[in-house]
C-alpha cells in the first residue's frame, strides 16, 4: 500500500475513532451491558427470552457470558436488537490515537536501537549529551515512523 494510503486509512479510522470515549471512560457496568439494558427497559429474563426466542436460563447464561467476556458477538448483536439497541463494536486505542500509538512504539524502538551504541561510546569515554541522545532517538524514531509499517513492529 502506498504510502499516501496508508495515512489515509490512518487520517479515515482516527476520525471514525473520535466519536468513540477514552476505554477508562467507557467502563463496561458491573453485570455487563446485557443485563443493565434489560433492567433499565424494565424487562425480566423471561420476557427478553420470549422475544428472542430463547429460555429464560438462556438470557441467564448469556449475561453471565458477557460479563465473564466470553459471549460471542453474533449472541450480543442478536439480544441487542430484541431489546431495541444496536451493539457497536470498536477497539479504541489505549491512552491516546493510533498515531499516538505508532510514535510511543517508534520512540521505544528507537531506544532499543541506541543503547547498545550509547553502552559502547560510554565505555570508550565518548558518551553524548542528553539533549544530543534524545535527537538521535527522535531522527530514529521519525526514520521508524516515515520507512515501512511494518518494522515498529518487528
Not at 425480566?44 to 420470549?50: I, R, S
Amino acid at each position: 500500500m502506498t504510502d499516501t494510503k496508508t495515512r489515509l486509512k490512518r487520517l479515515q479510522l482516527a476520525d471514525a475513532l473520535r466519536t468513540y470515549p477514552a476505554p477508562e471512560v467507557a467502563a463496561v457496568p458491573r453485570g455487563g451491558w446485557l443485563r443493565a439494558i434489560r433492567e433499565a427497559l424494565g424487562m425480566t429474563q423471561g420476557q427478553l427470552g420470549a422475544r428472542a426466542s430463547i429460555s429464560r436460563q438462556s438470557v441467564q447464561d448469556f449475561e453471565h457470558a458477557e460479563a465473564d467476556r466470553r459471549i460471542t458477538l453474533e449472541s450480543l448483536d442478536r439480544l441487542a436488537r430484541v431489546m431495541g439497541c444496536r451493539m457497536v463494536y470498536a477497539l479504541v486505542p489505549e491512552n491516546g490515537s493510533i498515531d499516538a500509538l505508532r510514535e510511543r512504539r517508534a520512540l521505544a524502538l528507537a531506544e532499543a536501537l541506541l543503547q547498545p551504541a550509547d553502552h559502547s561510546m560510554k565505555l570508550e569515554a565518548q558518551g553524548v549529551t542528553a539533549p544530543e541522545r534524545e535527537r538521535q532517538r527522535r531522527l530514529l524514531a521519525d526514520e521508524l515512523l516515515n520507512g515501512s509499517p511494518r518494522k515498529l513492529w518487528q
